[in-house]
């Protein structure tokens, strides 16, 4: 499932998914991936990225990811927010894995 949703804005975590997962009780488990060479559609509201023949890729998953219950609208607006930290920094151990540098 997308955690941006599925028209964007690209990277920015939408709190269904938190609603979700508390309704399934499953945990989030944070994906991403990577490739060089590649090309990046910057343009794309996705940042869609398309791996040139014979690139070297992969696909990363973090840990397991738990939200707290929802008592109150703003407390979902932080889980999104955390979620949104911790796929920053697992996209960016997917570039240098790659050895991927810059944007």
Known sequence: MAVDGPRGPGR???PGIIFAALKLG???VPTTTSARPALLF???WDRYLLPLPFSRGLILMGLPWHPGEV???SNVKVQCEELSRILVDLEAQADALVGKTGK
């Open 12 to 14: 920015i975590v939408k």
């Open 42 to 44: 910057k343009s794309a």
């Open 71 to 73: 008592s109150d609208p």
């Open 26 to 28: 499953v945990p989030i």
